[in-house]
Antibody, heavy 119, light 108 residues
Framework: EVQLVQSGAEVKKPGESLKISCKGSGYTFTNYWIGWVRQMPGKGLEWMGIIYPGDSDTRYSPSFQGQVTISTDKSISTAYLQWSSLKASDTAMYYC????????????WGQGTLVTVSS | SSELTQDPAVSVALGQTVRITCQGDSLRSYYASWYQQKPGQAPVLVIYDKNNRPSGIPDRFSGSSSGNTASLTITGAQAEDEADYYCNSRDSSGNLVVFGGGTKLTVL
């Protein structure tokens, strides 16, 4: 069974750093893209960026370029999303999803990681 | 603002047919995919590459496209189809991905 399992919920203060993870199993991790999607409370889905674990080719939405870093460790089939300095506006649910090419076809999705940033 | 536009809300009577649309210039060149999201759950892919269904998705879900508009049709809507539906596709440059704003489907 193809599965993406994300790390647990986080509560952080503004200015702190954070790295959340997404571990793939049941398929060859290096052969598929991994995308990250933000969903702010009560809002829609926003595409943040995507990475190809095979060669680390990474693309960011202009809205998130410079705000987050997407990376992978293919030795442990894990993708990461990280922030160097969190803001309250980063409070959201973050999903990873396996991408079938770069055309935006995402299946399956991880269960989501809730990030809460509050002083 | 999203490059893909969806109606915020649509309703359908139980057992009837409903069409959810997604408009954007990039849809003239690229296929849309559709996702279903129920409250408190992760999104699920229901249609991709215009009209392909992943395994496990009922055949009452279908997709189509014309010009700058992609559509998701549910033929014989069921109570369990009540959810938010999102389209996505490549953006106009073809290098990035964009989601529509989502449509809340209510089954009456």
């Amino acid at each position: 069974e193809v599965q993406l399992v994300q790390s647990g919920a986080e509560v952080k203060k503004p200015g702190e750093s954070l790295k959340i993870s997404c571990k793939g199993s049941g398929y060859t991790f290096t052969n598929y893209w991994i995308g990250w999607v933000r969903q702010m409370p009560g809002k829609g889905l926003e595409w943040m960026g995507i990475i190809y674990p095979g060669d680390s080719d990474t693309r960011y939405s202009p809205s998130f370029q410079g705000q987050v870093t997407i990376s992978t460790d293919k030795s442990i089939s894990t993708a990461y999303l990280q922030w160097s300095s969190l803001k309250a506006s980063d409070t959201a649910m973050y999903y990873c999803a396996r991408g079938l090419g770069v055309r935006g076809v995402f299946d399956p999705w991880g269960q989501g990681t809730l990030v809460t940033v509050s002083s | 603002s999203s490059e893909l536009t969806q109606d915020p809300a649509v309703s359908v009577a139980l057992g009837q047919t409903v069409r959810i649309t997604c408009q954007g210039d990039s849809l003239r060149s690229y296929y849309a995919s559709w996702y279903q999201q129920k409250p408190g759950q992760a999104p699920v892919l229901v249609i991709y590459d215009k009209n392909n269904r992943p395994s496990g998705i009922p055949d009452r879900f279908s997709g189509s496209s014309s010009g700058n508009t992609a559509s998701l049709t549910i033929t014989g809507a069921q109570a369990e189809d009540e959810a938010d539906y999102y389209c996505n596709s490549r953006d106009s440059s073809g290098n990035l991905v964009v989601f529509g704003g989502g449509t809340k489907l209510t089954v009456l």
